[in-house]
């Protein structure tokens, strides 16, 4: 059974560009969570995903958005980008149904903001 | 509000000593608690997890952890450091509120295995 699968491995950009990164679950997984982890500053939450409807964001600014697909990929969007937005980002997913916790994690993006 | 503290940024053990990762956690309910390891260019796995039942979870590649409410701790242990167990390591507590939900993760540990 594949994993969950992230693309492009790297990417680079300079400030004021757009990134997208993508993400496929596990089939069978509804559940799409992406992260943010940024040097020194751990795991942050940025977006997560259920039956192609956004259920929760953490605290990042509205330049940081997102769509699931009907086939429960999932894509992260960065405009406008700056500096500190370098950092790997982490796709995760998980089966639907509010009790099942196990998630598992992508390799992630890493982007250089340039 | 929930939050995960992991004291220690980094630790050094040597090979064959104790492992011992400190995570405490704050939550105005019970929470589920994780443990995940990230290899270098790899990606999160889970070590283990705590929901509900016996306090003391053993997981993957001799790892354990044991909950404890009234400290509202959730150490990482391993009795014998092997060189493989070089990684960061994230505590993890999740909270239910309603239909939204949500993995809170600690800054991580790094741990390095001397020789």
């Known amino acids: 059974e594949a994993g969950v699968t992230q693309s492009p491995t790297h990417l680079i950009k300079t400030r004021g560009q757009q990134a997208t990164l993508r993400c496929s679950p596990i089939?069978?997984?509804?559940?799409v969570y992406w992260y943010q982890q940024a040097l020194g500053l751990g795991l942050q939450f940025l977006l997560w995903?259920?039956?192609?409807?956004?259920?929760n964001r953490g605290n990042f600014p509205p330049r940081f958005s997102g769509r699931q697909f009907p086939n429960y990929s999932s894509e992260l969007n960065v405009n406008a980008l700056e500096l500190e937005d370098s950092a790997l980002y982490l796709c995760?997913?998980?089966?639907?149904?509010?009790?099942?916790?196990?998630?598992?994690f992508g390799s992630g993006t890493q982007l250089s903001v340039l | 509000a929930q939050s995960v503290t992991q004291l220690g940024s980094h630790v050094s053990v040597s090979e064959g000593a104790l492992v011992l990762l400190r995570c405490n956690y704050s939550?105005?309910?019970?929470?589920?608690l994780f443990w995940y390891v990230q290899y270098p260019n790899q990606g999160l796995q889970l070590l283990l997890k705590?929901?509900?039942?016996?306090?003391l979870v053993k997981g993957i590649n001799g790892f354990e952890a044991e909950f404890k409410k009234s400290e509202t701790s959730f150490h990482l242990t391993k009795p014998s450091a092997h060189m493989s167990d070089a990684a960061e390591y994230f505590c993890?507590?999740?909270?239910?509120?309603?239909?939204?939900?949500?993995?809170?993760f600690g800054s991580g540990t790094q741990l390095t295995v001397l020789p």
């Open positions: 995760a997913s998980r089966r639907g149904g509010i009790r099942n916790e196990k998630l598992f």
């Open positions: 089939s069978g997984h509804t559940s």
């Open positions: 995903y259920d039956e192609g409807e956004e259920r």
């Open positions: 939550s105005s309910v019970p929470p589920y």
């Open positions: 705590y929901t509900t039942g016996a306090t």
């Open positions: 993890a507590v999740s909270l239910f509120s309603g239909s939204a939900r949500q993995l809170t």
